[in-house]
């Protein structure tokens, strides 16, 4: 069964130029979706559509079934404990004068979720790798990867069925970039995982599928294997030919 359907989707700004235009992709439950573009491509504004914080100009996006509605606030409330979201920047996305324990805390409580919360949060502090004593301490005491584990922790305290991602690694360095992967790969065995980015290496490494988008459509979809195997398109083998690759000398 789908977890996520996105049928047909366009969306314009006001009487701009669509950004989107007939966008459709599904994602089973415990699947991971790779999406994949330009600057301009559309992806940041198909995530907004994902978060629900727009509402498509057309089409529609339904979780386990039920379309979204932007302007039904119950239902709004009970996606969002369903959907959460790990941003680029960890620096920015922490609330630097809270500790990290109310910043893990605080889609429990804005979400209404029963339970023992202290429980609750100790245990994604535990999901994420990081120590419990962390959780009384404040964001500026952390490194960059440090921070992003929270923010990771953050997103999954409520147990949501999906986990969108976007661009969670492109502001970290290399050796950091590669934990958050591998944290991620381990988080995706047992949630639905939907990462934007512009980093096909990121991409091929957590995702089983892949759509590619290029000015607001889908111009290829599939296997992220088959797909970044065998490109068909011409913006998609563009995008391969375009990562940079270590120079022959450097090679092992």
Known sequence: MNLLDVN???????SDKAV???????????????IVGESGSGKTTLLRLLLGLSQ???????????????????????????????????????DPRRNVFDI???????????????????????SVGLPQD??????HQFSGGQRQRIAIARAIVARPQLLLADEAVSALDLT??????????????HMTLVFVSHDLGVVAALCRDIVVLERGRI???????????RPKHPYTQALLASVPRMPEGLMP
Request: glycine share 8%.
């Open 219 to 229: 111009v290829e979809a599939g296997r992220t294997q088959d797909v970044l195997g």
């Open 20 to 34: 989107l235009q007939q966008v459709s992709f599904a994602v089973e439950a415990g699947a991971s979706l790779g």
């Open 56 to 94: 498509p100009s057309a089409g529609s996006i339904a979780l386990n079934g039920a379309r979204v509605d932007t302007r039904d606030a119950g239902f709004m409330r009970s996606y969002r404990r369903q959907v959460q979201a790990v941003f680029q920047d960890p620096y920015s996305s922490l």
């Open 134 to 139: 962390s959780l009384r301490r404040y964001p």
């Open 104 to 126: 893990i805390a605080e889609p429990l409580r804005s979400l209404r979720v029963a339970g023992n919360h202290e429980d609750m949060v100790g245990a994604a502090l535990d």
């Open 176 to 189: 950091t970039r590669v934990r958050i992967v591998a944290l991620l790969q381990t988080l995706a065995q």
């Open 8 to 14: 047909a989707v366009d969306f314009a700004y006001r």
